[in-house]
């Protein structure tokens, strides 16, 4: 099973969420984590979702990390904008 940390980017393998990238928001425990794409899952209400269904990407928002680390507030917006950035770069590639 993947190791997933804190402010990674994942992608759904599984359920209706399937091809949907989000940022790991919580990690509640070896099975299960917290995720939001700021967009139809915000972060007010994030999916809780089996690790066994989520592929990582190796890359993590480290800003976004040291926001949720320091129990600081992340707004949906600052979700958004790194994964539509994130995106973007993937499709120069």
């Known amino acids: 099973m993947p190791k ?15 091809g949907r990238v989000f ?3 919580g990690i509640i425990d070896d099975n299960h984590v917290y995720i939001s794409d700021g967009d139809l ?3 007010s209400k994030p999916k809780k979702k089996k690790v066994k269904h989520l592929r990582e990407t190796g890359i993590i928002a480290n800003s976004l990390r040291k926001k949720l680390l320091s129990n600081r507030k992340v707004e949906d ?4 904008d790194y ?5 973007k770069k993937e499709q120069e590639v």
Do not use: F
């Open 4 to 18: 997933l940390e804190i402010g990674q980017v994942v992608y759904s393998i599984a359920g209706r969420d399937e």
């Open 23 to 25: 940022i790991v928001l």
């Open 41 to 43: 899952r915000k972060v």
């Open 77 to 80: 917006y600052e979700i958004r």
């Open 83 to 87: 994964l539509t950035l994130l995106s």
